[in-house]
């Protein structure tokens, strides 16, 4: 019997994490406490935000990282997410792959990569102001539901990153369920650099 | 005119076995050569850097071959697998093929038929551990 309850827990957690991925989480307490204590992570101010309409993260977290480095010249939020997501945006997969995301990046004019990350380099690249942009695994391995956020900022004291994710500004993921997620994409990382703004990015 | 054709047949094979000797005699000297070492190593380099571009260019092969499968097995066309391969950098197609979870889309949703599917088996399988049974009547 004890076996049979703990498959059932495992049941549930296993449902609870497969669908409780886009569910908001305060997170202005953590932000407060990397502003009051700098020195434990860093925060960048000011990363646009574009709230993901369904299936639409790809589109949303390219075009914040796109106008945080002051890409696209005059258009409207409205409109470079409307160009975005009919360059990434793939209706018969219902989402966007990175190839394309690397693509449109390049396309735009931008240096863009990539590549295997870790929490050392994420710390890193927000220290010196980069937004990063993960592809993380909200479901199973076995059902995979990928999902993109670009993120903010970290406090190693609360033991968190901060990022924009589908409807949530700075949405807050614990180190533990952030290493969750991102190790079943193996850490898959996008870096996007260049752009009008990027020297005012490195502080 | 036997002994004349034995006589002129003999002539003959000692003019040849003269000839014979005298050729092998002559030291072959044009076919054995000392190589310089500065051509030796130069040799070796070169040959080092085909083998090196050659194992990159398998290398990209066969990385190509993983992601395009992969890319096929999504559902993307013949057409849009090319365009994205020769979209990708050395690097990127490493990535990739290297980590093909990274390959799967990024929608955020879970769909909704594969939702269903996932509760429905779920839920049977708690049911069976529970030894209950749903009997419609």
Not at chain 1, 100 to 106: E, P
Request: proline fraction near 4%.
């Amino acid at each position: 019997m004890p076996l049979k309850r703990a498959v059932l827990a495992l049941l549930f957690v296993s449902l609870a994490g497969l669908f409780s991925g886009c569910a908001p989480v305060g997170s202005v307490g953590v932000v407060e406490s990397i502003r009051a204590t700098p020195e434990s992570g860093a925060y960048i101010e000011g990363v646009p935000f574009f709230p993901d309409r369904s299936q639409m993260c790809g589109p949303a977290v390219l075009a914040s990282v796109v106008r945080f480095l002051g890409g696209t010249g005059g258009a409207t939020d409205a409109r470079l997410f409307e160009d975005i997501s009919r360059a990434v945006y793939r209706e018969k997969l219902k989402g966007a792959l990175l190839p394309d995301m690397l693509a449109y990046a390049r396309a735009a004019g931008f240096n863009a990569e990539v590549y295997v990350g870790s929490f050392e380099d994420l710390k890193q690249r927000l220290k010196s102001g980069r937004p990063l942009i993960l592809f993380i695994n909200l479901g199973l391995d076995i059902y995979p539901v990928g999902h993109y956020i670009v993120v903010t900022g970290y406090s190693d004291a609360e033991q968190a990153v901060v990022a924009h994710s589908g409807l949530d500004r700075d949405r807050v993921y614990g180190y533990t369920e952030l290493e969750s997620a991102w190790r079943k994409t193996g850490y898959s990382t996008l870096l996007v650099t260049g752009g009008p703004l990027s020297d005012s990015v490195d502080r | 005119m036997n002994w004349v054709k034995s006589w002129y047949f003999k002539q003959i094979a000692i003019v040849l076995a003269l000839a014979v000797l005298c050729i092998g005699a002559v030291p072959a000297r044009s076919l054995a050569y000392m190589v310089g070492a500065e051509l030796v190593s130069g040799t070796d380099t070169e040959i080092s850097n085909d083998r090196a571009q050659d194992l990159e260019t398998v290398q990209r092969t066969l990385e190509s071959k993983i992601v395009a499968k992969r890319l096929s097995d999504l559902g993307l066309s013949t057409d849009e697998v090319t365009e994205r391969l020769e979209s990708l950098t050395d690097a990127d197609l490493h990535h990739f093929a290297s980590q093909l979870e990274s390959l799967n889309p990024g929608g955020g949703l879970v769909s909704g038929i594969g939702a269903i599917l996932i509760i429905l088996l779920l839920v049977l399988v708690a049911l069976k551990m529970t030894d209950r049974k749903i009997i419609i009547k």
